[in-house]
T-cell receptor
Framework: AQSVSQHNHHVILSEAASLELGCNYSYGGTVNLFWYVQYPGQHLQLLLKYFSGDPLVKGIKGFEAEFIKSKFSFNLRKPSVQWSDTAEYFCAVTSNTNAGKSTFGDGTTLTVKP | GAGVSQSPRYKVAKRGQDVALRCDPISGHVSLFWYQQALGQGPEFLTYFQNEAQLDKSGLPSDRFFAERPEGSVSTLKIQRTQQEDSAVYLC?????????????FGNGTRLTVT
């Protein structure tokens, strides 16, 4: 069975600080990887996704993530966070054996102080 | 509508009552998923539909949980004889295509509280 681990449960940063949120998954086959974000009071929405090709993917609002297959990781990064990035971030994985069913991590709450 | 719509937003049920949660996916989306999200955790898979066919119900925690999507559009998640451990946010998500590469579009969820 696949699983996703997000090591940081709560991260607090000041505006303009750099961000890196960790995500590790356990599955040996072909995977697709996603980061979803949930802003306060809103629904979960897609931030970025990796299917194949360039392991460095760019998403909305200046976010990017790097797929490192050898480390089973898909860490999320942003060079300079803003107060509006305060949200909960979820990493998710799908594989070629489960018909699109996504497995989610437990999320990381990011608080950006103005 | 433009997004996935779920109703009700909040539901309080007394233990033992039956509840029905509704999901109206994005028009034309083939796949529909139900997830359960407990406080402080990520969404946990419950069941998956491709059009009207329920292809995977491996995540339903007990036979008190039942989901349907009879016409391949609106879906209903029913929980019979609710228990306190059923308290959670129930998320519905749809995706345009089948398969692992299609990202999910989520609704706002239904927060169920069983007292």
């Amino acid at each position: 069975a696949q699983s996703v681990s997000q090591h940081n449960h709560h991260v607090i940063l000041s505006e303009a600080a750099s961000l890196e949120l960790g995500c590790n998954y356990s599955y040996g086959g072909t995977v697709n990887l996603f980061w979803y974000v949930q802003y306060p009071g809103q629904h979960l929405q897609l931030l970025l996704k990796y299917f194949s090709g360039d392991p460095l993917v760019k998403g909305i609002k200046g976010f990017e993530a790097e797929f490192i297959k050898s480390k089973f990781s898909f860490n999320l990064r942003k060079p300079s966070v803003q107060w509006s990035d305060t949200a909960e971030y979820f990493c998710a994985v799908t594989s070629n054996t489960n018909a699109g069913k996504s497995t989610f991590g437990d999320g990381t709450t990011l608080t950006v102080k103005p | 509508g433009a997004g996935v719509s779920q109703s009700p937003r909040y539901k309080v049920a007394k233990r033992g009552q039956d509840v029905a949660l509704r999901c109206d996916p994005i028009s034309g989306h083939v796949s529909l998923f139900w997830y359960q999200q407990a406080l402080g955790q990520g969404p946990e898979f419950l069941t998956y539909f491709q059009n009207e066919a329920q292809l995977d119900k491996s995540g339903l925690p007990s036979d008190r949980f039942f989901a349907e999507r009879p016409e391949g559009s609106v879906s209903t998640l029913k929980i019979q004889r609710t228990q306190q451990e059923d308290s959670a946010v129930y998320l519905c998500a749809s995706s345009l295509e089948e398969g692992r590469s299609s990202p999910l579009h989520f609704g706002n969820g239904t927060r169920l509280t069983v007292t």
